[in-house]
């Protein structure tokens, strides 16, 4: 079930140009809710988009996941970790999402860069500026529009995860310190672009939540696509004129 968007904004979703837009947050925190979420939209809108997951989303990828979750490779060399999660995300950007983004179709992400940051970076305390190199590398540059932060308090996630039947994998094994470091640390990479991050407060009740996520997300969306349309504005100004001029 998703909430229905007002007729101005189905109208705000179709005046815009499609959007790269990724959700992170640790498990539980409510990313494939809000990615649901999202997608109802978009198909109330008629709007073509494409949904990923990571790791995954190819069949290199999907191979690459098994490895990665399977708890019995438990401890993996950690930059061997970085590895196999970049290089499902190369294939996914080169083979899922720049096509689609050619074709004029939104992508929603589950997972992206930020992650590597966040769990790798700040949960396993490896070299940050190391990882935004190989990310870089890994992805050609290409960066998000927009990124939803599901933040939750580590203890409401884990309890919602312990509902779910399935075995715990090898990141679900880690130790609730390790998820508070991921927690914190996805704090801090937004607060270091605030402008691409949308952070929502993941830990209350889903009404909320979903009703957070439809009033900010549509703002955000205009404010990331203003923001563009002054920058392309300014560069057709450097053009006629020739200088460049501040602005
Ligand atoms: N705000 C919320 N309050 C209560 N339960 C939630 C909330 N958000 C998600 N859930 C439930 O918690 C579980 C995990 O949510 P999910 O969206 O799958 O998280 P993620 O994809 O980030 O792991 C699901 O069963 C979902 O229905
Ligand atoms: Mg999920």
Redesign the pocket.
Known sequence: MTTRLSRSEVAILKRLAPRFVT?E??????????IEELSGWLKEASIAFLRTREPGGTRLGEQLRELLLDPSFTPMNHQAEVMLYSASRAQLVQEIIRPAMNRGMWVLA?RYTDATLAYQGYGRGMDRKALERIQEWATGGLQPHLTVL?DCEVMI?SR??S??KEKEDRIEQEDRDFHQRVRDGYLKLARATPERFLVLD?????D??RANFQRQFIAALRRSYDGEQQTSNASLAVGANGRTTES
Request: proline residues 0%; charged residues 30%.
């Open positions: 959700f947050g640790i498990d539980g925190s409510g990313k494939s809710t809000l589950d599901l996630a919602r995860m509902g779910r993941g830990s209350r009740a889903l909320k939540v």
